[in-house]
C-alpha cells in the first residue's frame, strides 16, 4: 500500500466523493514528507484510509525512519501477551516501545473491546504521545463523538491534529455498500416515467399530482423523513425509487433497500464464507446519507428482526438522517415503537397516496368491459 497504488479517483465514484479521496491523499503526503503532530483519517469501512495510513508508513520506511504501524485491537493483544509467563518481551518493555515510537500509526481505533483496561491503556498511550508531541498518525470508523472523552479531548486538539473525514463509499473489491442496495432493480423508476392516471376521480389524480410534488421537492433537498402509504401498485414505491435515482444521478450516495431483503441481507452476514460484517451492512444502512425502505411492515415479526429495524430508525431519527419510507399497513398497523417515530410531525411527513392499485384499476376496467359486451 503506497501513494502510487493509492487509486485517487475511486472505482466509480462521483465527482464529489473522487475530490475527498484526492484531498485526503494529499494531506497524508504532506505529513508523509514531514510528520509532525497529528493526523486523523476518519471515514467509513473500505474508504481507503487505512491505505493511506499505510502509505505513509511504508514512504517513512523508505526514508529510513523507523515507524510503528499496528491495529488498535492487536496492539492490545499484544499488550496482553507479555503477562504470560511464556512471553519472550516484558510489559514495560513492549508498552515502552509503542509509547516511544518516532512514528506511531494507530489503524481501526474504536474497534477494540472498551474494557476499562483498553481504556486505562489507550489513555496512557495518547496522553504520552500527547505531552510529548510525537508524530502519530490514527485512522477510525467512529464519529468522534463515539470516542472515550479521554482520547477525543487529545485528538481534537486544533494545535496538534489535523482531523480528516473521507466522505466515500466502500471502494474495495468486496463493494457490500452497491451490492447492498437493489436500486439498480428500479433504474427505470423516475420522475419523469411516473405517468398521470386520467381514468381516475379528480381527487385521485389531484392527490397523485401532490404525491409526485412531495417527492421532487424532497429529492431536490432532502431533509427529515418521508413516508409514502398506499396499496400495493399506487405508486408508492415508484416515487422512492424516483427520490432515489434523482439523488444518484446527482452524485450523492443512497441506500435503497426492500425492509425484508434487508434484514435477510444482515442475517446473511453470519455466514462463514460472508465476504463482510455483520457490523459494515449495518452501519452502512443506519449512516447512510440518505436511506430510502421500501415495503415496511411486510417483514416477519420476528424480536431480532424488530430489534435491528428499532436500532435504525432510532439512529437516524436522533441524527435526523433524512429517510423515505413505504408501507402498504396504516402506522397504527406497525410495531408501535416504529410508529411512535413516524408520528413525530416536527421530523416526519405523511404522504397518503389515494389511488388504487395500477394493476388492480386496470383488471377492473377489463371486467367491466367484458360485462358490457355481454
Request: proline share 6%; with cysteine; hydrophobic share 35%.
Amino acid at each position: 500500500m503506497t501513494f502510487d497504488s493509492f487509486r485517487v479517483e475511486g472505482f466509480g465514484l462521483p465527482p464529489h466523493e473522487a475530490q475527498t479521496l484526492k484531498e485526503a491523499s494529499r494531506r497524508a503526503r504532506e505529513f508523509a514528507e514531514s510528520p509532525q503532530g497529528w493526523i486523523i483519517l476518519l471515514g467509513a469501512y473500505g474508504c481507503g484510509k487505512t491505505h493511506l495510513a499505510a502509505a505513509i508508513a511504508n514512504y517513512c520506511l523508505e526514508r529510513g525512519q523507523p515507524t510503528l504501524f499496528i491495529v488498535v485491537p492487536d496492539l492490545l493483544d499484544h499488550l496482553r501477551t507479555t503477562f504470560s509467563p511464556h512471553s519472550a518481551a516484558s510489559y514495560d518493555e513492549r508498552f515502552e516501545a509503542v509509547l516511544t515510537a518516532p512514528l506511531l500509526i494507530l489503524d481501526d481505533l474504536g474497534t477494540q473491546q472498551a474494557t476499562p483496561w483498553a481504556q486505562e491503556k489507550l489513555y496512557q498511550l495518547f496522553n504520552y504521545r500527547y505531552n510529548a508531541r510525537l508524530p502519530t498518525v490514527i485512522t477510525s470508523n467512529r464519529p468522534l463523538e463515539e470516542m472515550h472523552p479521554r482520547l477525543r479531548s487529545r485528538m481534537t486538539d486544533p494545535d496538534l491534529c489535523q482531523i480528516y473525514k473521507i466522505r466515500t463509499r466502500d471502494f474495495r473489491g468486496s463493494g457490500h455498500s452497491d451490492q447492498l442496495s437493489s436500486l439498480h432493480l428500479y433504474a427505470d423508476k423516475t420522475f419523469e416515467s411516473f405517468k398521470p392516471r386520467p381514468e381516475l376521480p379528480k381527487e385521485e389524480q389531484h392527490n397523485l399530482k401532490e404525491s409526485l410534488s412531495m417527492a421532487k421537492d424532497f429529492a431536490r433537498d432532502p431533509q427529515n423523513w418521508l413516508v409514502f402509504l398506499g396499496e400495493h401498485g399506487c405508486g408508492k414505491t415508484h416515487l422512492a425509487a424516483a427520490i432515489a435515482n434523482s439523488r444518484l444521478n446527482g452524485g450523492h450516495p443512497v441506500v435503497f433497500k426492500e425492509v425484508p431483503d434487508l434484514l435477510d441481507h444482515l442475517r446473511a452476514t453470519y455466514r462463514p464464507q460472508s465476504q463482510v460484517t455483520y457490523d459494515q451492512v449495518f452501519e452502512t444502512v443506519r449512516r447512510s446519507p440518505l436511506l430510502l425502505l421500501d415495503d415496511l411492515g411486510t417483514e416477519s415479526t420476528t424480536p431480532w428482526a424488530q430489534e435491528k429495524l428499532h436500532q435504525i430508525f432510532n439512529f437516524r431519527y436522533a441524527a435526523k438522517l433524512p429517510t423515505v419510507i413505504t408501507m402498504r399497513k396504516t402506522i397504527e398497523e406497525i410495531d408501535p415503537h416504529l410508529a411512535s417515530r413516524m408520528l413525530d410531525v416536527s421530523l416526519c411527513t405523511i404522504c397518503a397516496i389515494l389511488a388504487p392499485g395500477y394493476h388492480n384499476a386496470q383488471l377492473a376496467r377489463r371486467s367491466t368491459k367484458r360485462r358490457r359486451r355481454k
